[in-house]
């Protein structure tokens, strides 16, 4: 088995609790976050997710 | 003529025994052991812990539906396996206990030429002192009372939010070797979006306090993704949600203690800390339920069937070694416990051969590492596998090859629907396979056609239409067989 090192793994220094730091994540930008409420795309994303569901299904039975 | 004995009405169980009375013949009997009478769609309790559905809408009575399915339905909890059976019946036998209203208290020894355990998890509130709703200081969201409960206090902060008073909202795990991380992340982003729609966002603080040792690992050691032509992983995605709701993560936490308004945790570099909170939701680990083994002669053989956790063995590869030389092989196939070929273990029941995620301690030894998940889909499907070869061996005899279905092979998908209505939700979904890791056949582990993580409005539906999709089934409805696990 393998396990990645961690990338988010500092310690913010201004906080009181032992909480990471996520100042080096990405945030969406205003296109994605349109994306993600357009219907028309939002459909065909969800038929995309149905057919991975499908193939999911279909690769744990033997 | 055979007789079927599930021990269990949870995803797993209640599959399994569905599937049975569409694959067995009329002499055959199927009989379902639970000691609860309603069934839960354990994923939308979610949905019940921040008040958007009711308790009514995830649960519903096991007994009309097994009485127009043929199966006989014992409210009990088994205590005991006698795989062999006893010196009056060589025939398998459970030692069960009622816990009906009716009949509750009163012991029963019934028989069985095939077994499923599919008893789900032991919720281990007192693993940690002070965990849980029943005398505890927490909230929970593992059964359906709980998450009534936990919406009541989530209500109760919004409503001192409202007052104009800050409040500090904790959601993750409440010990170091907890599992279902999953669900976790679905209720921090379910409690985000019910305090953005209540208009107090800005006055709470939501810490997501977890065992795991990097965000996004989910138990399973976490997943790489593809997205726009570059490989990326679901820590990168996580802390991508997180920032963008300013959801606070303290990683490799162990829950030591929860006081009145205090949670106390050790992290991985061995430090301890105290944590004020104003409303926690932090599940328990989850053990096996408490089942002794007997042989024929009443020879006490628990150890051999179980392993220390309470779990079940089954077909795994559950010798020691180092975690470098854990393959996706180790994992079961068939679910059958070693030495039998009529007693299977499923979902949750089944001891898995070792963790997923890279087993870690503190630098006092204190064990913080996620435990496998084994819930959901990849329960259900257990559950039909062996059911399949149950029907099977009973139709063609014991030897029979078994039907497989190994972790190492299914994949599983994690939704975290927030939102009403089919225009205003949100969703984070994932989708890995194969939920254990297989690096000999993909470099990542997981195959990346089908290991994926978005976000937007279509995983809302996916969430709403899985939730009525699979409670149709479990009514087993016309046509329930057709919808897949």
Known sequence: MKSNVPTFATVRQDCDQPVVDLSAAPLPTAQTLKMRRSLPTQLLRFVAFNLRILRLVISGHH | ?485
Not at chain 2, 426 to 442: G, I, K, L, Q, W
């Open chain 2, 1 to 485: 003529m055979a007789d079927v004995v599930v021990l269990g009405a949870g995803v797993s169980g209640h599959t399994a025994a569905l599937h049975l009375t569409r694959l067995l013949g009329k002499g055959d009997t199927i009989t379902v052991v639970s000691p609860n009478a309603s069934w839960n769609w354990i994923p939308s309790n979610i949905w019940v812990g921040v008040g958007r559905m009711t308790k009514e809408s995830v649960v519903f009575p096991l007994a009309p539906v097994y009485k127009r399915k043929g199966i006989r339905f014992l409210q009990a909890k088994a205590v005991a396996i006698r795989p062999e059976g006893d010196l009056d019946d060589p025939r398998g036998a459970v030692d069960i206990v009622h816990t009906s209203s009716e009949s509750r208290g009163t012991e029963q020894r019934i028989r069985f030429d095939y077994l499923i355990n599919a008893t789900g998890p032991q919720l281990k509130f007192g693993a940690t002192e002070g965990l849980g709703p029943d005398g505890g200081h927490s909230v929970s969201v593992c059964t359906a009372d709980h998450a009534v409960e936990a919406a009541r206090a989530l209500d109760r902060s919004i409503d001192i939010m409202r007052s104009g008073r800050p409040q500090t909202l904790v959601v993750g795990m409440g010990h170091g070797t907890c599992t279902c991380e999953g669900a976790a992340f679905e209720y921090v982003f379910n409690v985000d979006h019910t305090l953005r729609e209540a208009g107090v966002r800005d006055l709470a603080r939501l810490i997501y306090l977890t065992n795991e040792a990097s965000l996004g690992d989910f138990g399973v050691g976490g997943m790489t993704f593809e997205d726009g032509g570059f490989q990326t992983t679901s820590e990168l995605w996580t802390a991508s949600l997180f920032r963008e709701r300013n959801v606070e993560p303290i990683l490799g936490a162990h829950v030591e203690r929860v006081e009145p308004g205090v949670v106390s945790f050790e992290t991985l570099d061995g430090t301890h800390h105290r944590l004020p909170f104003d409303f926690a939701m932090l599940l328990p680990p989850f053990g096996g339920v408490p089942l002794k083994a007997f042989d024929r002669s009443g020879t006490d053989i628990t150890d051999t069937m179980f392993a220390p956790s309470g779990f079940m063995k089954v077909d795994a590869d559950y010798s020691a070694k180092d975690f470098d030389d854990w393959t996706a092989s180790d994992w079961p196939e068939a679910y059958l416990a070693p030495g039998y070929s009529n007693i299977f273990a499923v979902g949750i029941a089944f001891a898995p051969p070792h963790q997923i995620s890279r087993p870690l301690k503190s630098v006092n030894g204190t064990i913080i590492t996620p435990s496998p998940p084994r819930t959901g889909m990849p329960s259900g499907i257990m559950g039909k596998t062996a059911a399949l070869t149950i029907a099977d061996r009973i139709k063609h005899g014991p030897s029979r090859k078994a039907h497989t279905a190994s972790m190492a092979r299914m994949g599983a998908a994690c939704v975290a629907s927030v939102g009403s209505g089919l225009r205003n939700g949100s969703a984070a979904s994932m989708t890995m396979v194969p939920v254990v890791p297989d690096y000999s056949r993909f470099a990542t582990g997981r195959d990346l056609k089908g290991t994926k993580g978005e976000v937007g409005l279509s995983g809302h539906w996916a969430k709403l239409m899985l939730h009525y999709l699979f409670i149709y089934k479990a009514k087993a409805r016309f046509g329930w067989h057709l919808i897949p696990e």
